[in-house]
């Protein structure tokens, strides 16, 4: 004979989805995307209108409107594949994830590094 009993019935109860610690109703729908389905669609509506496949994505932000993502892709191959052109690109998507702007930032070859600046040189 067990010495266990079935807890998942109290369990539930004390912790159910339409409430908080304090009890009150959770205000937080579902229906926006989550971070991840943002970033699949920033991606894939940049391809769409630049018609350039991006190639990973640098920086990630929800802003006070939606969110702010940079997004590198390849502009233009060439051999050896670290002298192709890169760019960076700022987009930007209202809260439910859809691009409503988005802007070139920066150019640069592949096997490049950002430039260190240091004081007064």
């Known amino acids: 004979?067990?010495?266990?009993?079935?807890?998942?019935?109290s369990h539930d109860?004390?912790?159910?989805?339409?409430?908080d610690e304090e009890g009150t109703e959770d205000t937080v729908?579902?229906?926006?995307p989550s971070p991840m389905e943002v970033l699949r669609g920033a991606r894939s509506q940049l391809a769409e209108l630049t018609g350039?496949?991006?190639?990973?994505?640098?920086?990630?932000?929800q802003t006070a409107d939606g969110w702010s993502i940079d997004?590198?892709?390849l502009e233009l191959s060439r051999v050896?594949?670290?002298?192709s052109l890169m760019a960076s690109y700022q987009v930007d998507l209202d809260r439910?994830?859809?691009?409503?702007?988005?802007?070139?930032?920066?150019r640069?070859?592949?096997?490049?590094?950002?430039?260190?600046r240091s004081g007064g040189r």
């Open 1 to 9: 004979m067990s010495n266990t009993k079935n807890t998942s019935n």
């Open 13 to 19: 109860s004390q912790n159910s989805p339409e409430e």
């Open 29 to 32: 729908t579902d229906d926006r």
């Open 52 to 61: 350039m496949e991006p190639e990973s994505v640098s920086s990630f932000e």
């Open 71 to 73: 997004v590198e892709v």
């Open 80 to 83: 050896p594949d670290t002298m």
């Open 96 to 106: 439910d994830g859809q691009l409503t702007g988005y802007r070139r930032v920066r």
């Open 108 to 116: 640069y070859e592949r096997g490049r590094s950002d430039a260190r």
